[in-house]
C-alpha cells in the first residue's frame, strides 16, 4: 500500500471511530502544522511539533490513530514529546494535504446530510413522491 492510500485509511478510519467533528478540527490543526512547512521549508521549527503543547494534545493526539497518521506522512519521533518533519522532500506533504482536505470535505458533506436527515425526521417529513411535508 502507497503512503497516499494509507493516510486516507488512517483518516477515514478516525472519522468512522470517533466524532467526526473533533476529528475535523485535528484535520484541519494537521494541515495548518503541514502547510508551515510548505510556506518555511527551511525554517526547523516549523517542522516539528510538541506533541505535550495543550492545543496539539487536546485536537489531535488525543484521537487514536492520529500519531500514525503523522507518522505516515513522514514526521518521526525525536522523544516523548516532539515529533519532526525530517525528510527534503515535500511531495508527501503536498501529497497529505491533498487526502487530509478530500477527507474534510467527505465529512463536512456526510455531516451535513446527516444533519439534514435528523431534522427531516424531527418534523416528520420524508422525501419521496408519495410522502408530504405537510
Same mark, same amino acid.
Given at each position: 500500500?502507497?503512503?497516499?492510500?494509507?493516510?486516507?485509511?488512517?483518516?477515514q478510519t478516525m472519522l468512522s471511530k470517533h466524532d467526526p467533528e473533533g476529528i475535523i478540527e485535528?484535520?484541519?490543526?494537521?494541515?495548518?502544522?503541514?502547510?508551515?512547512?510548505?510556506?518555511?521549508?527551511?525554517?526547523?521549527?516549523?517542522?516539528?511539533?510538541? !506533541? =505535550?503543547?495543550? =492545543? @496539539? !494534545?487536546?485536537? @489531535? *493526539? *488525543?484521537f487514536p490513530g492520529s500519531i500514525k497518521l503523522m507518522q505516515e506522512i513522514g514526521y518521526t519521533?525525536?522523544?516523548?514529546?516532539?515529533?519532526?518533519?525530517?525528510?527534503?522532500?515535500?511531495?508527501?506533504?503536498?501529497?497529505?494535504?491533498? *487526502?487530509?482536505?478530500?477527507?474534510?470535505?467527505?465529512?463536512?458533506?456526510? =455531516?451535513?446530510?446527516?444533519?439534514?436527515?435528523? !431534522? $427531516? $425526521?424531527?418534523?416528520? =417529513? $420524508?422525501?419521496?413522491?408519495?410522502?408530504?411535508?405537510?
Open positions: 500500500m502507497d503512503k497516499h492510500s494509507s493516510i486516507k485509511e488512517i483518516c485535528a484535520f484541519e490543526l494537521i494541515l495548518k502544522l503541514l502547510n508551515n512547512i510548505i510556506t518555511k521549508p527551511n525554517e526547523p521549527k516549523m517542522r516539528k511539533f510538541k !506533541k =505535550t503543547n495543550e =492545543t @496539539i !494534545k487536546q485536537k @489531535i *493526539v *488525543v519521533n525525536l522523544d516523548s514529546d516532539y515529533m519532526e518533519y525530517t525528510s527534503a522532500d515535500l511531495s508527501n506533504i503536498n501529497k497529505a494535504i491533498e *487526502v487530509i482536505k478530500a477527507q474534510i470535505e467527505l465529512a463536512n458533506t456526510n =455531516t451535513t446530510k446527516e444533519s439534514e436527515a435528523r !431534522k $427531516r $425526521r424531527k418534523r416528520g =417529513t $420524508r422525501l419521496g413522491p408519495f410522502y408530504s411535508s405537510y
